[in-house]
């Protein structure tokens, strides 16, 4: 069994590879992909994550309802959740943190980068 | 409590011990000081010895000149090594940098690549460069264009951050456009800007199949977080540039055929019926 499971929650199968790869570079972990926010909150709901990778620009439930949703579940809301997205405004950022998101990336991604916030919230939630 | 008391016995008898063990504990510091007064008298005897005689201190001083010299050799020696050691080390550093970024390079090619080819239905195949575009290269105003062979004109099939219907027409070999497909090579515009103003283009990738034109992907606009052109992004228009226009060329070839096929089957089906 994986010692850590990440959800990927993203719409574009372009941008949820990329994240795979990105991440399958951590050692011992299990990567769940989900290609909307509904997909995402049934998955979430259902088994156990260490983290979530939740894009905003989604179909049928967008990213930022998601986060919502997760931090108003008791069960959920301690999971640390980074938003990957195109949208760069400031305003854009503090609304997705303010909703409890705990980091918030832009795209085009480094990878390095994903992996590095991904490492120190692993690490900050063990 | 009378001296014969038990108790009282006891108490003398565990203060008598603590006696013992203080006078046994000075014993001991006085032996220790005896030991190291001789020493200090053995070392300063030394000391004048050598100090009477000339020749000894001399042997003394070229001694410790020689032994000061060989640390002094060795010092320079490992100073050197540690040197060396971190320049190696700054060198590995810099390279791991390096093979990472070539390592999210190729990540980044070979997923374009893969989601390119990994459909045969155009449609599929012109949202995959969609999301190319927006996700890896960071295009927010763009149209993806396809050649019409027998006008030579370019229409714009699939787009983001405007209509589609504003994207404007384009004369294959007319206009900066025209020219750029002809050209079947990227061309960058001046500084990549934020707007999309479909008048002036940021960059243009040209699509061709084996020189021949397929289309084009033409950028107006790169996201607000976007300032600039990568290597990468070079090496993504130079790839799109190719695999976007074969996998475009093979998913039209397919459904081409796979209407002609349809027809031919009716046609049987129509004789034999």
């Not at chain 2, 070839?253 to 089906?269: C, E, M, P, V, W």
Request: glycine share 6%; aromatic share 6%.
């Amino acid at each position: 069994m994986a010692k850590y499971r990440v959800l990927i929650v993203e719409d574009s199968p372009t941008m949820r590879q990329l994240l795979v790869f990105a991440l399958r570079r951590l050692r011992d972990v299990e990567i769940v992909e989900a290609q909307d926010g509904m997909d995402g909150l049934r998955k979430i709901s259902s088994d156990h994550y260490d983290i979530a990778l939740i894009d905003i620009n989604m179909p049928v439930m967008d990213g930022l309802k998601l986060i919502r949703l997760i931090r108003d579940e008791e069960s959920l809301k301690q999971i640390p959740i980074v938003v990957v997205t195109t949208e760069g405004a400031d305003e854009d950022r503090e609304r997705a943190l303010a909703l409890g998101a705990n980091e918030y990336l832009t795209k085009p991604i480094q990878a390095n980068r994903v992996l590095t916030v991904v490492k120190d919230l692993l690490k900050d939630n063990d | 409590m009378s001296s014969h008391d038990p108790k009282f016995l006891a108490r003398a008898e565990e203060l008598l011990g603590i006696f013992r063990k203080g006078a046994e504990f000075s014993r001991e510091l006085l032996r220790e000081n005896e030991r190291l007064r001789a020493k200090l008298a053995a070392v300063q005897d030394r000391q004048e010895t050598a100090a009477r005689s000339p020749e000894t201190w001399e042997k003394l001083r070229v001694e410790l000149l020689a032994r000061i010299a060989t640390l002094e050799a060795e010092y320079t020696s490992v100073r050197e090594r540690l040197d060396q050691v971190e320049r190696e080390n700054n060198q590995f550093a810099q390279r791991y940098i390096e093979i990472e970024e070539e390592n999210n390079n190729l990540a980044n090619l070979y997923v374009a690549s893969y989601q390119l080819h990994s459909t045969l239905d155009p449609d599929e195949v012109l949202k995959s460069i969609v999301e190319i575009a927006i996700n890896l290269i960071g295009a927010e105003v763009f149209g993806v264009y396809l050649l019409n062979e027998e006008t030579g004109e370019l229409r714009a099939v699939a787009c983001e951050g405007a209509d589609l219907e504003s994207f404007p027409r384009i004369q294959l070999g007319q206009g900066m456009l025209g020219k750029a497909v002809a050209a079947h090579e990227a061309t960058c515009w001046d500084v990549p800007q934020r707007g999309g103003d479909l008048s002036q283009p940021v960059v243009c990738v040209p699509l061709a199949v084996h020189d021949r034109p397929v289309g084009a992907i033409v950028v107006h606009g790169l996201l607000q977080q976007k300032s600039g052109f990568t290597p990468l992004d070079h090496e993504l228009f130079n790839m799109l540039g190719r695999h976007a226009a074969t996998a475009i060329f093979a998913a039209r070839l397919y459904s081409h055929s796979a209407r002609k096929l349809n027809t031919i089957q009716g046609f049987i089906d129509l004789l034999t019926k």
